[in-house]
């Protein structure tokens, strides 16, 4: 079965420097991931996805993420954290080739950004 | 123009009701998904449409009926409403069932069973 583990529920971070957000997965086969934003009360927004190409993914606002296949792990960075920034992040698995297109989230890391 | 659109935003009712969600998409997609989003933030998947077609039913109360009646509908029905109902709903939608496809979500519906 797969799943995804997010180290740390909550992140707190000063305006200007860097955001590291963890993620590790486990899957028995190639996986898809993917890293979700959620801003207080809405739904949740794509800012990347790992497909299996470059091994270095960059996604909206900055962000990016880097597939480790040795470390099972998709960690989020960014380089300089805006106020802008402060929301829920999610990393979720998918499975290569499933027929269907099933997330498996992992259970979000809350990141505020301090002035 | 709203991608994914849900009502209502908020649903406050009793124990024991029956309450429908309703979900739409102007994306032209084919998939729709209903997750849910408990009060730690998990989300979980519920079910998957594709083509009006159910492909996904994880471990659900038969008391929550989706509904497709066209590719850009998804309706949810919950029937006899319990206190753990309670939680955020969120409508997705993606083109195809692709693993790779990025699934676009609605604003969500809080649903509060008092």
């Known amino acids: 079965a797969q799943s995804v583990t997010q180290l740390g529920s909550h992140v707190s971070v000063s305006e200007g420097a860097l955001v590291l957000l963890r993620c590790n997965y486990s899957s028995s086969v190639p996986p898809y991931l993917f890293w979700y934003v959620q801003y207080p009360n809405q739904g949740l927004q794509l800012l990347l996805k790992?497909?299996?190409?470059?091994?270095l993914v960059k996604g909206i606002n900055g962000f990016e993420a880097e597939f480790k296949k040795s470390e099972t792990s998709f960690h989020l960075t960014k380089p300089s954290a805006h106020m802008s920034d402060a929301a829920e992040y999610f990393c979720?698995?998918?499975?290569?080739?499933?027929?269907?297109?099933?997330?498996?989230f992992g259970t979000g890391t809350l990141l505020a950004v301090q002035p | 123009d709203t991608a994914v659109s849900q009502t209502p935003k908020y649903l406050v009712t009793q124990m024991g009701n029956d309450k429908s969600i309703k979900c739409e998409q102007n994306?032209?997609?084919?998939?729709m998904y209903w997750y849910k989003q408990d009060s730690k933030k998990f989300l979980k998947i519920m079910f998957s449409?594709?083509?009006?077609?159910?492909?996904i039913n994880e471990t659900v109360p038969n008391r929550f009926s989706p509904k497709s009646p066209d590719k850009a509908h998804l309706n949810l029905h919950i029937n006899s409403l319990e206190l753990g109902d309670s939680a955020v709903y969120f409508c997705a939608s993606s083109q195809g069932t692709g693993s790779y496809n990025e699934q676009f979500f609605g604003p969500g519906t809080r649903l509060t069973v008092l």
């Open positions: 790992y497909t299996s190409a470059a091994t």
């Open positions: 994306l032209g997609h084919d998939t």
């Open positions: 979720a698995v998918s499975n290569y080739g499933g027929a269907t297109n099933k997330l498996i």
């Open positions: 449409y594709n083509n009006k077609e159910l492909i």
